[in-house]
């Protein structure tokens, strides 16, 4: 299985941005899927989730912020992102919940203030 997150950048702050995160398999079939991000300070944490029936949930820090859906039809997830901060910058990931499958490179999102 292979999950290829695309669609980061360098926005300002107060800037948007849509990622999105296509399968290779059937996506419905991955059940619950999250997106993750990492930082050096952090490490990697889980942002956003959501269910293979389309229930949502959010880390504190992003919520009301950044929206997590899903296109089955498509075998992609997209996480929304609005009214970014300095402090989002980060590399963005996209895997099952509970992570499952490889990571790999991601996508690099750089919030300038």
């Known amino acids: 299985v292979q999950l290829q997150a695309s669609g980061g950048g360098v926005v300002q702050t107060g800037g948007s941005l849509r990622l999105s995160c296509v399968a290779s398999v059937n996506l419905f079939s991955l059940d619950t899927m999250g997106w993750y991000r990492h930082t050096p300070a952090k490490g990697r944490e889980a942002i956003a989730v959501?269910?293979?029936?389309?229930?949502?949930s959010y880390l504190d820090s992003v919520k009301g912020r950044f929206t997590i859906s899903r296109d089955n039809a498509k075998n992609t997830v997209f996480l929304q992102m609005n009214n970014l901060k300095p402090e989002d910058t980060a590399t963005y990931y996209c895997?099952?919940?509970?992570?499952?499958?490889?990571w790999g490179p991601g996508t690099q999102v750089t919030v300038s203030s």
């Open positions: 959501i269910s293979a029936a389309g229930r949502t």
């Open positions: 895997n099952q919940q509970p992570p499952l499958r490889d």
